[in-house]
């Protein structure tokens, strides 16, 4: 038996593994399970290349649990190791800079555990001992037992093993007994292991036993992971059902996505995988975080910002590249020159597959984009060169459901609703129903107004307003119909000072008290045939208090009451009737209650008292 102390340039390992890393101790299995495959590939290698010519058999990794004896096993029949080298790859963690190395990423279990030479030791954060059985592949090798108690010390002797391969035996520690629970490690595989290159087998596959009334094993290996996952196969090759069939393995409870890209590039990086479309909810932050990131099909993580654009986080599916440096901090991928091409050939390829599908099948985008749109305006507002291709395929929708590029919609528009300055005055709405009488009063002047209904459609009127030349976006309701789009110079109330000022404080007295909401009283010359009275907002200050729901920062806006103009139109008979006698107190407050149940705002006693109010009225 010889016996000797680990090569490592820091006091120990060990404690530094145990104490940093203990949040992330999870990922050993994924580091584990790795090594065995990589051996086991290697083997293959050395086959093809005919330096191994024995029996290949059954590649495969095996994971067992021994409950009784606290034992964790990963076993492969790869190339294994002589002496020789258990003493290259095992003993000796000489890469330069360890005690600097291990200071600056002491926190990130990823940055240290795959970092060259640390793989194997992820062992030691759940055990108090490691043993290593393994016989090389080499003629005639003697096969080999290494031991360590998780010390810097290490005991090597000769070893009965009939086969070529590695057994790593963790015994593992008392403070980590739920990785003895056969539960905790098939999910671990299922997570880290599930489209590993070669076959890995926990345990038995079981069936239900109606004589026994339980589940029993059968004698076939439970194979947990598929080897030639739907991303490593050529495009060429699959159908659609193939493409729907591995995302429900991927998300078993979604629905089928909208579609799909398969991304397959070999220069200047590898990069493989899928990303779909998913049919969106209502909530951004639940569709987060979707996407997993594999390298050589070894599960990474599926915290992908910083490496796919922050709008497509939104996607789900699957990005597999081994040019990312996967285990660094987030502040280096972000800088680094490969994650930023690979984040630009994403981006290039979703906007390539948008525009093809947009094409070759319009009406099928078209019935695809109220749960596109999310992506699309996502992407638009937080990458610059994303607008510059989606401003070809993005649409607007109008109030009766006719879709638009933006171009196409500018052509439409631009005779009508061009105002005295030369400003094109795009209108819209967000609520159909509310709106209507807005909405209807646009059309008869023939306009056309937009339906912004969606999630981000308030936050994308500022951009759209920077892109767009000489153009402003209104809410229909956010003035008088003529003074949002005003074809000439606004003409004068022909009211005395003194009939103004008893207008407007006649109706002020019959204005309600309303929490956070405050009312003003303006007289506009609007024409005989337009309504005596209507509400109006202010399209800067909803902007603003719509964009503070979703934008730290803007709390203030939130905060605000909302302010709203009571318009009255002088020219109109009834408000004349009221100016000839301001008495006419039960007008004034029908005219009130009119406005405010245009704007969904009579509620309550308030709408029983109007309803009585009205009854009265046409007695």
Sequence with gaps: MAKGNIGVTTENIFPVIKKFLYSDHEIFLREMVSNAVDATQKLKTLAEKGDFKGELGELKVSVSLDKDAGTLTFSDNGIGMTEEEIDRYINQIAFSGVTDFLDKYKDNANAIIGHFGLGFYSSFMVSDKVDIITRSYKDNAQAVKWSCDGSPEYEIEPAEKAERGTDIVLHIADDCKEFLEES???????????????????????????????????????????????????????????????????????????????????????????????????????????????????????????????????LHGVIDSPDIPLNVSRSYLQSDSNVKKIASYITKKVADRLNGIFKTDRKDYEEKWDSLKVFINYGMLTEESFYDRAKDFALFKDTEGKYFTFEEYKTLIKDQQTDKDGTLVYLYANDKDEQYTYIEAAKAKGYSVLMFDGQLDNAT?????????????????????????????????????????????????????????????????????????????????????????????????????????????????????????????????????????QNGMLKGEALDKFLKRSVELLK
């Excluded at 069936?207 to 030639?228: C, G, L, Q, R």
């Excluded at 004349?576 to 107190?585: L, M, N, R, S, Y």
């Design 184 to 314: 905790k490690i098939t999910e671990l595989l299922n997570k880290y292991c599930k489209f590993m290159a070669v076959p890995v087998v926990f345990g038995k596959k079981k069936e239900w036993n109606s004589d026994e009334k339980k589940m029993v094993e059968t004698a076939e290996d439970n194979v947990i992971n598929s080897t030639e996952p739907l991303w490593t196969k050529q495009p060429s090759t699959l159908k659609d059902e193939d493409y729907k069939s591995f995302y429900s393995t991927l998300y078993p409870m979604q629905d089928e996505p909208l579609f799909w890209i398969h991304l397959n590039v070999d220069f200047p990086f590898h990069l493989t995988g899928i990303l779909y479309f998913p049919r969106v909810q209502s909530n951004l932050d639940l569709q987060r975080n979707k996407i997993q990131l594999y390298c050589n099909q070894v599960f990474v993580t599926d915290q992908v910002e910083g490496i796919v654009p922050d709008f497509l986080t939104l």
């Design 461 to 597: 009127l500022g951009l759209f307003e920077q892109k767009f030349e000489k153009s402003r976006f209104t809410r229909v309701d956010g003035d008088i119909l003529d003074r949002l789009i005003q074809k000439e110079d606004v003409k004068k109330v022909e009211l005395s000072k003194e009939d103004s000022d008893k207008l407007t404080e006649a109706f002020k007295t019959k204005l309600p008290q309303m929490d956070k909401v405050t009312f003003n009283v303006e007289i506009q010359a609007l024409g005989e045939t337009s309504a005596p009275v209507m509400f109006t907002q202010s399209e800067y200050m909803r902007r603003m208090k719509d964009m503070s729901r979703y934008q730290s920062g803007m709390g203030f806006y939130g905060q605000m009451p909302d302010s709203y103009n009571l318009v009255l139109n002088s020219d109109n008979a009834v408000i004349k009737a009221v100016i000839a006698d301001t008495g006419k107190e039960e007008t004034i407050s029908q005219l009130i209650d009119l406005a405010l149940l």
